[in-house]
């Protein structure tokens, strides 16, 4: 990409975020013309041009996605990893004596607002915190609906937190998995939320490295950085329909990750990770779930509801869920919250059980030095 093309481009990212999707086509078309792609432009309603590959026009992942097992009504401008707003249930309802509010984070690196799932106590106590990062346009109620995290990890005892991305920081309310400023160690978001799982921490007496995260689409990216950054804040992590830390560093090379191209992200792989990703993903493609976990292991077929997957446990514990004619949508997710697949297999039952694992390990681990 030459100087001047890279600049129209953050240009225009820049008119995105400024709800100004015009001024951005413009400045995509006229960059194009100067590249002789001129030609690659599609009419859309309305007077706005489309462009083929599709391009930022309302945010870095702003459409509604056509692929999954919802529908999306009416189209949208680009191909993403946004995830469609659709009518969703009514209140959140929880148990007696469990507890289910709303919060606000601050610190050196920002804030962020989250709601919070605490399961009803227990002489033990709980047994940790699991931090889930919704997908594009989604919110943490309509996450906790959509994948029932709340009944499993009532029943697992984990405490549930839904950090909230605001319109304000993306306007389709994405996790900013792509920009550099935001894929490191105590800076920018990966920063704000480390800094919600440590305060969780905290305030329920938890061991330090008792924290977990879990995401969809662009929710799953940022939680594989999340696991590569804080390797000795989170034990373990999920991610769904997501991408490796560090696959992209800008719009252009995020397109090609999602696409499958491009390069693979530093990966040190030093805590294990469940991966779920659907073989007829053209959201996300599956290829970024084999950049996640791969090399050696045991691999197991399975079927449930009429579908095929393959289960592979790696070397190092992390396991790989490869769902056949499954598109970009959470496995066993509750109909009533968006972009849910119900048919299985159960993501959500399967992360808390990985999860749990890890500290069943790591506890024998332990144990068995100090002898």
Not at 92 to 98: D, H, N, Q, T, Y
Not at 122 to 129: D, I, K, L, Y
Not at 202 to 210: G, I, N, Q, T, V
């Amino acid at each position: 990409m030459n100087t001047d093309f890279e600049t129209a481009m953050r240009r225009a990212l820049e008119k995105t975020r400024a709800s100004d999707p015009a001024a951005a086509t413009a400045l995509i078309q006229e960059a194009l013309v100067d590249k002789g792609l001129a030609d690659s432009r599609l009419a859309l309603p309305g007077g706005l041009e489309r462009l083929k590959p599709p391009a930022p026009f309302e945010n870095p992942f702003g459409s509604l996605m056509r692929d999954g097992c919802r529908p999306c009504a009416g189209g949208g401008l680009m191909q993403g990893l946004a995830l469609p707003r659709l009518p969703t249930g009514g209140k959140i309802e929880v148990p007696e004596g469990a507890r289910y509010e709303t919060r606000i984070h601050s610190g050196s690196a920002g804030s962020r607002g989250y709601t919070l799932y605490i399961p009803t106590s227990r002489p033990e106590g709980f047994r940790g915190v699991v931090l889930m990062l919704h997908g594009c346009t989604q919110t943490p109620d309509d996450f906790a609906r959509g994948t029932r995290m709340n009944e499993a990890a009532e029943k697992a005892g984990l405490i549930v937190a839904y950090p909230e991305q605001s319109r304000a920081h993306n306007i389709q309310s994405c996790w900013n998995w792509f920009r550099p400023e935001d894929q490191a160690r105590d800076r920018g978001e990966p920063g704000i939320l480390a800094g919600i799982a440590r305060a969780l921490l905290a305030e329920f007496d938890l061991p330090s490295d008792r924290a977990f995260v879990a995401g969809l689409s662009a929710g799953g990216a940022m939680a594989a950085i999340l696991a590569e950054a804080y390797p000795d804040l989170f034990a373990a992590a999920g991610v769904h329909s997501g991408l490796p830390a560090g696959a992209a560093n800008d719009i252009v090379s995020a397109f090609a990750a999602m696409r499958g191209e491009g390069r693979d992200g530093p990966r040190s792989q030093r805590r294990p990770m469940i991966v779920f990703h659907g073989l007829a993903d053209t959201t996300v493609a599956p290829v970024n779930g084999d950049r996640l976990v791969s090399g050696a292991g045991i691999e197991t077929r399975h079927e449930g509801n009429g579908r095929t997957w393959s289960r592979l446990i790696a070397s190092d514990g992390s396991e790989l869920w490869r769902v056949e004619q499954a598109g970009h949508a959470w496995f066993g997710g509750d109909p009533a919250g968006s972009y849910t697949d119900p048919l299985g297999p159960d993501a959500t039952g399967e992360m808390l059980r990985f999860f749990t694992q890890v500290v069943e390990i790591d506890v024998a681990r332990s144990e068995i030095s100090s002898r």
